[in-house]
């Protein structure tokens, strides 16, 4: 990715926050021609003193009863912000589907075409009897979200585990719900179950805004919501408060890892697939950078570590693999821990290799799974769901087996 290129997309990022779709379609559509065929483009920028400087911000989506996007009302500073920029929806649509089309036909970067392609088809998902698979609503300061909450036939009142998985761009709790077979191996493990659903009107892909500063912090954004939605099914359900953990693919694989660093004291374990360590990126253009070639992570020595599985393709084009490995150093806290690597081969012929970093006793704290020759997919999951590779180990069933193996201290705060 050139220069050019680069700093084409980080002013793309800037007109689309300021929602000047338009300008950053017209935009777009420049830099994918050939390189000779146009200048470079050059930001229009005004002056610092301006009464009329625009706001880096983010559009509000139309509300019920409206057909416009609008900028928000408050500023960072305090003041009210006139919302004399207004979109309709339709136009806003027309122009994603404008945009996607473009990427499409050239070629785009992978990347990029992971959260703008198409959204995974809907799916049917078959209910033991005795068991639930419903529909609730969570609300804090920061909005709302839907969540599917599964509940095995052997709920009783009796505190059982809970496991909150966050789905990939383009999915939706049903589709991952499907494609990892997490319902199944509740239903006979014993666990509870959540899908927190990321709307299109909070991110167009439907991706976790992982990448976001104010999505990676604790008690704020999106970290706020998820721990929210975990917070109430334990004060709604019987659940086991040792025994809660966090588990996400690609985007949802990043917004675990930002909840393993933001809310420790919450999950006894995450599960990051194909996804990126906390803090890599703070917004669009340092996310694509990271998801290409990874960043620099920010290790906290001073906490505990925190128990996660990881699993990568070292055939993933969307995310490096580099990134899977970031998880792991962040996830060690600076901890000199033991190393074993294991090879071995699936039973659909699949080529991994298994390197488990164990503390003083034996225990296992980390492992880190690195698939041979796959792409960016939950490994052995269901063809039911998108995004999966069924020749691949099992993700699901090895990251039950590690999550309740971990459990935490039963006072701690909540």
């Not at 505990?304 to 693999?321: E, L, M, N």
Request: charged share 20%; net charge neutral.
């Amino acid at each position: 990715m050139t220069y050019r290129f680069s700093a084409g997309m980080a002013e793309v990022t800037r007109l689309t926050r300021e929602g000047r779709m338009a300008d950053a379609t017209a935009l777009i559509q420049a830099l994918l021609r050939p390189h000779d065929s146009i200048e470079a483009p050059t930001p229009k920028r005004e002056p610092a003193n301006s009464a009329h400087q625009r706001r880096v911000l983010d559009l509000v989506p139309p509300s019920v009863g409206s057909e416009h996007w609008s900028m928000p009302n408050a500023s960072p500073g305090g003041a009210d912000l006139s919302p004399t920029a207004r979109f309709p929806s339709a136009h806003v649509q027309e122009t994603r589907r404008g945009l996607r089309e473009s990427l499409r036909t050239s070629g785009f970067h992978p990347a990029i075409q992971a959260v703008t392609g198409r959204f995974a088809p809907g799916v049917q998902l078959t209910v033991p009897p005795g068991a639930r698979f419903e529909e609730h609503t969570f609300a804090n300061a920061a909005g709302s979200r839907k969540y599917k909450l599964y509940v095995p036939s052997c709920y009783i009142g009796e505190p059982l585990p809970l496991i909150v998985m966050l789905h990939g761009c383009k999915q939706s709790p049903d589709d991952f719900a499907a494609g990892t077979r997490m319902n199944e191996l509740a239903e006979s493990a014993r666990i509870v179950v959540a899908y927190p659903d990321q709307p299109s009107s909070a991110n167009p892909a439907r991706c976790w805004n992982w990448f976001n500063a104010g999505d990676q912090m604790r008690d704020a954004g999106e970290p706020s919501l998820i721990a929210g939605i975990t917070r109430q099914i334990m004060h709604d359900y019987a659940v086991d408060a040792a025994r809660v953990y966090v588990a996400g693919l690609s985007a949802g694989g990043a917004a675990a890892a930002v909840m393993g660093a933001t809310y420790s004291d919450l999950y006894a374990a995450i599960c990051v697939h194909s996804g990126l360590p906390c803090g890599v990126a703070r917004d669009l253009p340092s996310a694509f950078a990271a998801m290409r070639q990874g960043g620099t992570v920010a290790v906290d020595a001073a906490r505990a570590p925190v128990p996660a599985i990881v699993f990568h393709s070292d055939g993933d084009t969307v995310v490096s693999p580099r990134n899977g490995e970031q998880v792991i150093t962040q996830s060690k806290a600076g901890l000199d821990l033991r190393r074993k690597v294991s090879r071995g081969k699936s039973e659909g012929g699949i080529d991994y290799t298994c390197t488990v970093h164990s503390d003083e006793d034996g225990f296992h704290i980390l492992e880190h799974w690195l698939l041979h020759g796959v792409g960016h997919a939950w490994s052995g999951g269901s063809s039911a769901g998108s995004y999966t590779d069924p020749r691949g180990p099992d993700a699901s069933r090895e990251a039950v087996r590690f999550f309740l193996s971990h459990s935490k201290a039963p006072n701690r705060a909540l």
